[in-house]
């Protein structure tokens, strides 16, 4: 049987450990969120290994926390994407839109769409029914490739076969955040843009958004 001192020593080291777990935990995550900013403003993204997992360690925790206090967890996960992004500017920024890809999801087309499904996605019949079509012809002529995916397995065939240096995904909200963890997990240069409105069929861009990321370093940005 255990003796009182010995039940009090034991609670008493659990404790100090608890304690020294937070503590590290904490300042571990200071460093994140210094380093993080410190990037931002630099426009150099330092450490980005221990940054991004640093987010990913912190935002499960954050996450938890929100769930616990029964608070909408989105809103975090639009702010990491932000992050993402601002942490991404200058990369993207400077890599020409010839090496760029952009990948669309394919809820954004019009629920009569007649485009053909390809082993390089849906191929666009331009036919006015919805603004992927222009917005395709405007990317292509920047230099961009652009795919309308079906699915993540497309992306990641796509981004072998041709290597782009940089990727636009755009989706909604959990599809962008795991496209740009797969991006990082492949040391791509990722920029995140999410869509208005979720769903399976004709979900909303603010096509601005995409454009306001596309044109980053071509001298014609806002
Ligand atoms: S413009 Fe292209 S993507 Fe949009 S509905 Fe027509 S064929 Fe489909």
């Known amino acids: 049987m255990i003796s009182a001192t010995l039940w ?3 609670m008493f080291t659990i404790g100090e450990i608890a304690v020294i777990l937070i503590a590290g935990f904490l300042i571990f995550s200071t460093i994140v969120v210094a380093l993080s900013f410190y990037s931002i403003k630099k ?3 330092y450490f980005p290994r221990l940054v991004k997992s640093g987010i990913t360690i912190s935002e499960g925790m954050a996450k938890g926390l929100c769930k616990f206090f029964g608070l909408d967890d989105k809103e975090l996960t639009a702010f990491s994407i932000r992050l993402h992004n601002a942490m991404n500017l200058t990369a993207f920024s400077e890599i020409p839109p010839e090496k760029r890809a952009v990948f669309l999801p394919q809820c954004l087309r019009s629920a009569s769409c007649p485009a053909n ?3 390089e996605g849906l191929i ?3 036919c006015g029914r919805c ?13 961009y490739k652009v795919w309308i ?3 993540s397995t497309l992306i990641k065939r796509m981004v072998k076969k041709y290597r782009p240096e940089a990727v636009i995904g755009v989706g909604c909200i959990i599809e962008v955040r795991e496209g740009l963890e ?3 997990k492949i040391n791509l240069t990722g920029m995140g843009v999410v869509t208005l409105k979720d769903g399976c069929v004709e979900t909303i861009l603010n096509w601005n958004d995409l454009m306001d990321v596309a044109t980053l370093g071509c001298g014609s940005e806002n």
């Open 8 to 10: 009090e020593q034991l």
């Open 43 to 45: 426009g150099h993204f």
């Open 117 to 119: 499904l390809t082993p």
């Open 124 to 126: 666009c019949r331009r």
């Open 131 to 143: 603004e992927i079509g222009a917005h395709i012809d405007i990317l292509e002529r920047m230099g």
């Open 149 to 151: 995916a079906p699915g």
């Open 182 to 184: 797969l991006l990082d």
